[in-house]
């Protein structure tokens, strides 16, 4: 059953205050909720299969042989079958859940007394058909932005009971059992809905699991609690999600808010995410605020087959005079950003603007660090984002970069016959250790290629996912899976 409550968890509405607009909207289709159906009715037969028959006693006036003394005792359902169920969207409303044509079957036990000392016994077998099951999944959020669901309006019927008794004097139970099919129907029918409404409450603590607050790395975390209530259409429900990067135990507000966007009409796949510009740029502005966004190069990150060393002899051929006051010396540069990146979408395209520092020092004898200029440095790079598993992942490529000098401690140069260099440098080091390693420069997460959780509910799968990059925000399509 927990399948489909975490497929319909994501319809959970909110109070009708409406907040900022969302950085992440989730679109759950027609689809989704009937791969939540066909999980959820073995469950819920479960549910139903442990219904208590009570026993049951009496006495009947019976015509020739008079008083009769009856009782029916040990009654359990041996079978249950739920062939026709339909989960619906009701627009403007929630969510329906009915059960047409159910049946059971149930065995017990019966003991008959007449004419004071004759007893009789043996089996009872009873057939029960057309039953439906009809109820609204009412879902609401606690205070933590979690999902909590509950049952309303269950109405259950049970259609037609057929009594059979097995055993000798058995005919004479048959004389008054279509009173017992009654009282068995009535008591069948008091404790159906009470079993569907604990199949629903039973999967709040596992809903629980919702990942409101989701841990990233030592500097961030994101909020996926939601901002709104769903939006209840025929074929499909929309909900936001905050979508917000914050530091750890710091939840400081960027200085810019999510726009609005809209998801594209589709409704092939079971769900679909929409990550904004606004979640992205969230954590550039968060991993900015830690003071991680800075690396030193030193020259053992540069492959040893490159050319070009990160020492004064190859920087003193475009600027003598390091040569000339350092000579054959090795170099660190510190590349570090001014302001938090700006990352822009653009249909196939992701781009982030980075404005960065790059201070180069020359390493004394003696370990001293010995400044030799500061550049101000405007880049571009591209960014390649992908899923694995149930993470948004990524790699980046430098494009291009500018720079103008900030200072200079070994008098005046051409900064423009610095830029080939740079760039050479910047691609050999900082690309790969903003793809691979814990250190970062213009993307956050701890390594791009470990990626940031999604928004997830339970243990949920993604499968067949598919990522496309549209104006202002990323679209993934994807099918989903539960296991157990």
């Not at 006495?59 to 739920?82: M, P, W």
């Not at 980075?354 to 001293?368: D, F, K, P, R």
Request: charged content about 15%; glycine content about 8%; aromatic content about 8%.
């Amino acid at each position: 059953m927990l399948a489909v409550w975490c497929v319909l968890a994501l319809l959970v509405p909110l109070p009708l205050s409406q907040s900022a607009n969302p950085g992440v909207k989730v679109r759950l289709t027609q689809k989704g909720l009937e791969y939540g159906r066909q999980l959820g009715m073995a469950t819920l037969q479960s549910k139903l299969k442990s219904i208590k028959v009570p026993d049951m006693s009496g006495k009947v006036r019976v015509k020739v042989v008079g008083k009769v003394e009856y009782s029916v005792t040990g009654v359990q359902i041996t079978n249950i079958g739920l062939p026709t169920s339909t989960v619906g969207l009701v627009p403007g409303t929630g969510v329906s859940l009915s059960i047409r044509n159910a049946y059971m079957s149930l065995r017990g036990r019966w003991k008959v007394k007449f004419c004071r000392f004759l007893k009789l016994s043996g089996s009872i077998d009873l057939a029960v058909s057309g039953l439906t099951i009809t109820t609204q999944i009412k879902l609401q959020s606690d205070k933590t932005g979690r999902p909590v669901v509950s049952s309303v309006n269950c109405v259950a019927r049970v259609g037609r009971v057929k009594v059979k008794f097995h055993g000798r004097g058995s005919w004479l139970y048959n004389l008054f059992r279509s009173k017992i099919g009654k009282v068995f129907r009535k008591a069948l029918q008091k404790q159906i809905c009470p079993r569907v409404d604990k199949a629903v409450s039973d999967m709040n603590p596992r809903l629980r699991t919702l990942n409101v607050l989701a841990k990233v790395d030592r500097f961030a975390e994101i909020e996926y609690s939601m901002v709104g209530s769903p939006v209840v259409a025929k074929q499909s429900i929309d909900f936001g999600l905050k979508g917000q990067f914050y530091n750890i135990g710091k939840h400081q507000q960027p200085p810019f808010a999510a726009p609005p966007f809209a998801l594209p009409a589709q409704n092939t796949n079971m769900l679909y995410m929409g990550l904004s510009s606004f979640t992205a740029n969230s954590a550039g502005f968060v991993y900015n605020n830690a003071g991680v966004l800075s690396i030193y190069i030193t020259d053992d990150m540069i492959p040893k087959k490159s050319p070009i060393r990160l020492t004064t002899k190859t920087f003193g051929a475009l600027i003598p005079e390091i040569a000339k006051r350092f000579p054959n010396r090795p170099m660190k540069i510190l590349v570090k950003t001014v302001k938090a990146p700006k990352i822009t979408f653009e249909p196939d395209n992701m781009t982030l603007q980075a404005m960065v520092t790059l201070t180069a020092y020359v390493i004394q004898t003696n370990g001293t660090l010995q400044p030799l200029f500061v550049l101000n440095v405007d880049t571009s790079v591209s960014g390649h984002i992908y899923i694995t598993g149930a993470k948004l992942a990524g790699t980046v490529s430098l494009n291009k970069l500018s720079n103008t000098l900030g200072k200079s401690y070994v008098g005046p140069f051409q900064v423009k016959s610095l830029g080939n260099i740079l760039l050479l440098v910047l691609k050999l080091t900082v690309i790969p250790q903003v793809n691979v390693t814990v250190q970062k420069l213009c993307l956050p997460t701890v390594s791009l290629q470990k990626g940031f959780p999604l928004p997830a509910l339970g243990k949920m799968n993604l499968v067949n996912a598919q990522l496309h990059i549209l104006k202002d925000y990323m679209l993934i399509g994807t099918d989903v899976r539960f296991t157990p």
